[in-house]
Nanobody, 124 residues
Framework: QVQLVESGGGLVQAGDSLRLSCAAS????????MGWFRQAPGKERDFVAAISWSGPTTNYADSVKGRFTISADIAKNTVYLQINSLKPEDTAVYYCAARAGIRIYYSASQYDLWGQGTQVTVSS
């Protein structure tokens, strides 16, 4: 199965941009539906964005539409999350997830493979 490692998080100011990476190893990501989730302290793990290879298609949580972009480089076996116009409420640990399938999956419970997460902290 695939192993996932996130990177690219950090401490930034409101309005800045970040690109998070999710490097996969073990199997090609083209066999998996991929998603990004985030979890703020004391809150549940929320859906952010997902990509499937049927199309391919992407989808986003309403709260991030227009600011977040999910993409993938199959040759590098890596999924990215570009985050623009960061806000303090974007502060969270961001997780990459994968599962077998060809459609978009929105719930954390639908994914069975997870990375360790990368912290994003946005100061106002």
């Amino acid at each position: 199965q695939v192993q996932l490692v996130e990177s690219g998080g950090g401490l930034v100011q409101a309005g800045d941009s970040l690109r998070l990476s999710c490097a996969a190893s073990g199997r090609t990501i083209s066999r998996y539906a991929m998603g990004w989730f985030r979890q703020a302290p004391g809150k549940e793990r929320d859906f952010v964005a997902a990509i499937s290879w049927s199309g391919p298609t992407t989808n986003y949580a309403d709260s991030v539409k227009g600011r977040f972009t999910i993409s993938a480089d199959i040759a590098k076996n890596t999924v990215y999350l570009q985050i623009n116009s960061l806000k303090p409420e974007d502060t969270a640990v961001y997780y990459c997830a994968a599962r077998a399938g060809i459609r978009i999956y929105y719930s954390a419970s639908q994914y069975d493979l997870w990375g360790q997460g990368t912290q994003v902290t946005v100061s106002s």
